[in-house]
Structures are given as structure tokens and as C-alpha cells.
């Protein structure tokens, strides 16, 4: 019994420090983009973030205990509005679990797409599983990656991670995405479930405005689109 306290508490022990309050989530939220697609043969497709209906960003989900491994981190979904401006971030919590022997832990960056309506519609749940209602499949990495990836024709969710430098495409079928309403009440002022947040035309937070600012830029990279880019590349080669 002692050995499994001890070999927990090394567990524990071993997680990175993490920001404590949602502005300071916001920020990592925002670096994780930005060193994301610093790195265009690394990074996420463009064309995929200029078509997707939400983002959703992780920063820091922690991952590892002994003999149970649960995976838990707090993040953040911010959704298209009318005109396609990135609106006001709602806070979320992803929560999922491998069984296997695993002692210590590690931290992994998540971002999340969702592609479309029926995606959208369940982000506005209260809580609902990757894979469950909303299909979701690894997403391709680089700006070289063809539009017409069977990942990007067939899934409602795009989901990436990185974990020690590395970023790459990952399955998170199984994960379940929760509203964090006590993280809501700290940004707007009272608590509130990821569907009023993105729903009830409230202004961005100071705080979110780097997040929301960085999925616009590389929405329009230089004030045009992947597909506009696309279409001159086209004429210029005729």
C-alpha cells in the first residue's frame, strides 16, 4: 500500500506547473497556436482553419498515473459568428482514460477543429464524447496537405497534439468535452455553459483576443484566403 501511495505521489509530482486562472489559460491557449504554425511543414493547413465552424484549443492536458492512466485538461472553444469573425471563447473541460501500466506523467498540447453544423451543434452540449455523436479523426499536418484528405472529407473533428516537440494528427475518439462553467464565471461574470457563452453575443475578453486574433491571421493569411491563394496559383500556371 505504501509503495502505490509513493509511486501516485511521484506521479503527481512530475506534472508541469500550469496556469491557475482562465486569463492565464487563455494566454498558453494562444502560444500554443502561434508555435503551432510557426512552422508551415509542421503546422495545421490553413485552407482547414479558414473552413472550420469552431476551434478548440487545450493547452497542457496532463496524461499518466500508475496503473490507471486518465487523461484531464482545460481549455478552451471559440466558434465562427455571422460574418465569420471568431467569437467570444467558451471554457471547456476534456476528460478521457487509457488502462495500462504507466507511471509518471506527461503534458500534451490539443487543438481541435470541428468542420461543420452537426459538429457545432454538439459542442453546444453540456458534455458529449468524441466519437459518439460527432465523428472525429486525425488531422493532416503541413500546408501541403491536399484538401481532399479522407480525414478532412469525412470527419465533423479534426484533432491534432503535440507532446514533446512533436505535432501530429491524433485519433481522440472517447475523450468527453464538458462546459466549465466555474471558468466561464471567472471570464464573463457569472456561470454559464458553453452553449450560452457562444450563443448570447458577448463581447471577447481582453484575454482572448490573442487567440481569437491568431485564428483569423491564419484564416486569411495576409488578407487572403487558402482559397483565393489557391485560385491565383491556378490562373498564374494557365
Same mark, same amino acid.
Given at each position: ?136 479523426? #486525425? @488531422?493532416?499536418?503541413? $500546408?501541403? %496537405? *491536399?484538401?481532399?484528405? !479522407?480525414?478532412?472529407?469525412?470527419? =465533423? ?10 505535432? #501530429? @494528427?491524433?485519433?481522440? $475518439?472517447? %475523450? *468527453?468535452?464538458?462546459? !466549465?462553467?466555474?471558468?466561464?464565471? =471567472? ?52
Amino acid at each position: 500500500m505504501r509503495f502505490l501511495v509513493l509511486c501516485a505521489a511521484l506521479a503527481a509530482s512530475s506534472f508541469p506547473v500550469f496556469a491557475e486562472t482562465a486569463q492565464e489559460r487563455l494566454k498558453e491557449a494562444a502560444a500554443v497556436l502561434r508555435e503551432v504554425m510557426a512552422t508551415p511543414e509542421q503546422s495545421i493547413p490553413d485552407y482547414l482553419i479558414e473552413r472550420a465552424s469552431c476551434a478548440v484549443v487545450v493547452p497542457g492536458m496532463k496524461s499518466g498515473a500508475f496503473i490507471v492512466g486518465a487523461k484531464y485538461g482545460r481549455g478552451f472553444v471559440t466558434c465562427r459568428e455571422r460574418g465569420g469573425a471568431w467569437g467570444p471563447p467558451a471554457a471547456i473541460r476534456i476528460e478521457g482514460g487509457t488502462f495500462g501500466l504507466q507511471i509518471g506523467g506527461q503534458a500534451t498540447d490539443v487543438v481541435m477543429l470541428v468542420m461543420n453544423e452537426n459538429g457545432m451543434k454538439k459542442l453546444m452540449e453540456s458534455s458529449f464524447t468524441l466519437g459518439g455523436g460527432a465523428s472525429v479523426a #486525425a @488531422g493532416p499536418v503541413g $500546408q501541403a %496537405a *491536399t484538401a481532399q484528405t !479522407d480525414a478532412y472529407m469525412g470527419a =465533423e473533428i479534426l484533432s491534432w497534439s503535440r507532446s514533446r516537440g512533436l505535432f #501530429a @494528427g491524433v485519433n481522440l $475518439q472517447g %475523450a *468527453t468535452l464538458r462546459s !466549465d462553467e466555474d471558468e466561464n464565471k =471567472e471570464l464573463y461574470g457569472r456561470k454559464m455553459d458553453t452553449k450560452e457563452v457562444l450563443t448570447s453575443n458577448l463581447a471577447v475578453p481582453p484575454a482572448a483576443k490573442e487567440l481569437t486574433g491568431l485564428l483569423a491571421k491564419y484564416s486569411r493569411v495576409g488578407g487572403t484566403s487558402s482559397a483565393e491563394r489557391q485560385e491565383r496559383e491556378r490562373t498564374k500556371k494557365k
